[in-house]
Each structure stands twice: as C-alpha cells, then as structure tokens.
C-alpha cells in the first residue's frame, strides 16, 4: 500500500525534473535565443476625418492646400520629422475616410505643440476650397496619440 502511494509521488516528480529540459554537460542550462529590446520610438499624432456629401475630393484640396503645406513648413524647421495623408474606405457611416498623421521626435516634442506652430500659420493665409463647409463636411470625428514601437539589437 505504501509503495503505490510513493510511485506516483516519485512519477511526478521524474516528470517535473524532465520537463525542466535537458542539462548540457557541465550542467548549466541550455542557452535561450535572445529577446529583442523594445525601445520608444517616435510620437504620432493622428486626426480621423469623415468627409460628407460626397465632399472627399474637395477636403483632400484643403488639407493638401493648408495642412500639408503647413507640416511641409514645419519639417523643414524641424518642429516634426514627417506628415501623411492617408484614404481608405469606411467600414460604417460614422467611420473614418481621411487621416491625417504627423510624426513627431518624443512625447517632449508636443509640449507646447500649438505655442510652436502658431509663426508657420501666421505666415501664410488659409486657402479656401469653394463649395466646401469645413465644419460639416470635413468633420474630425477623432484623434489619437501613439508612440512607434522600434526593436533594439
């Protein structure tokens, strides 16, 4: 009766010990692959846009004719390292169909963000797109903040 209650006792630990993996022969443990550092990358700040009234084409030529230009001007100065502009096809009536994504060095860079850019908007005049209310449609229905994740050696 004893002896069957110490053989599984012993089975589970034999199991414990094998599973532990295999020992190299000076006994120390076997060598894992190395995991990549994640590191923080830079800082992107998105607008999502929703054109309305058949209105994409026309809010495309305001932002190209102003915003763009403005983080054209912004690059250049060094206040942002790039700018996009992307399309894609909303998945519902109150999705997205514009982006607008300006990259920025570190969370550092935002402070102060509007303080920055006020000389780039003030040198130049905004270019009006005819037939277009900015309000309705060319509504940003959200923003977002994220940081690029980069992978180290």
Same mark, same amino acid.
């Given at each position: ?10 089975? *589970?630990?034999?199991?414990?010990? @094998? $599973?532990?993996?295999? =020992?190299?022969?000076?006994? +120390?443990?076997? #060598?894992?692959?190395? &995991? ?21 084409? *026309?809010?495309?030529?305001?932002? @190209? $004719?102003?915003?763009? =230009?403005?983080?054209?001007? +912004?690059?250049? #100065?060094?206040?942002? &390292? ?72």
């Amino acid at each position: 009766m004893v002896r069957r209650t110490i053989s599984p006792l012993l089975a *589970a630990v034999a199991m414990l010990v @094998g $599973a532990a993996g295999p =020992v190299t022969a000076q006994g +120390a443990p076997p #060598t894992l692959p190395s &995991l990549p550092v994640v590191e923080d990358g830079s800082v992107w700040k998105v607008d999502y846009i929703r054109s309305r009234n058949r209105k994409q084409r *026309a809010c495309l030529q305001f932002y @190209g $004719a102003n915003w763009r =230009v403005n983080r054209a001007e +912004a690059k250049r #100065t060094g206040l942002v &390292l790039s700018y996009m502009i992307w399309t894609a096809e909303p998945v519902g009536p109150d999705d997205w169909d514009i982006m607008l994504a300006t990259e920025y060095r570190n969370y550092a860079a935002l402070d102060g963000l509007e303080e920055k850019f006020r000389p780039i908007l003030a040198a130049r005049t905004r270019v009006v797109v005819p037939d277009l209310d900015l309000a309705t449609d060319c509504a940003i229905i959200g923003s977002r903040t994220t940081r690029q994740v980069e992978f180290g050696k």
